[in-house]
Structures are given as structure tokens and as C-alpha cells.
């Protein structure tokens, strides 16, 4: 239920200073997380754990011995 107010141009100046200043700190807070994320992906991808490096190099070993056998 909306209430009147007797100065409508005060009230929606208000109301727009208001969403003005919410969107703005919303907006910050949108850019950091994207800004941590990225920077997230970027060291995932600059040094990879060495459980997976392991499992990988694991991997090609039982691939190249298994090729070989098959021939």
C-alpha cells in the first residue's frame, strides 16, 4: 500500500537519491566479486594443484602403455 505525501517532488527526489546510492554500492560490490573471480581463474590457470598435475601425467603413462599393446 503506497502512502501520499503531500511534496510528490521531494519524495521522488528522495526516492531517486536513494536508488542512486543503493545501485552504486551494489555496482562496487558487482565489480570486486568480478574482479576476484577473475583473479581467481587467472592463478587456477598459472599453477595448477599438484594432485592434477599428477593425475594428468598419470593418465598419458596408462594411455602411451596401452597404445603400444594394441599394435
Do not use: W
Not at 543503493?22 to 581463474?41: D, F, G, P, S, V
Not at 599453477?47 to 597404445?67: I, V
Amino acid at each position: 500500500m503506497e502512502h501520499y505525501h503531500p511534496d510528490k517532488a521531494v519524495a521522488s527526489r528522495s526516492i531517486n537519491i536513494f536508488n542512486d546510492n543503493a545501485m552504486c554500492h551494489i555496482r562496487n560490490i558487482l565489480k570486486h566479486r568480478q574482479k576476484q573471480i577473475t583473479m581467481e581463474n587467472f592463478l587456477v590457470r598459472q599453477r595448477p594443484s599438484g594432485s592434477e598435475a599428477e593425475s594428468s601425467g598419470a593418465k598419458r603413462q596408462k594411455k602411451e602403455k596401452e597404445s603400444p599393446s594394441k599394435h
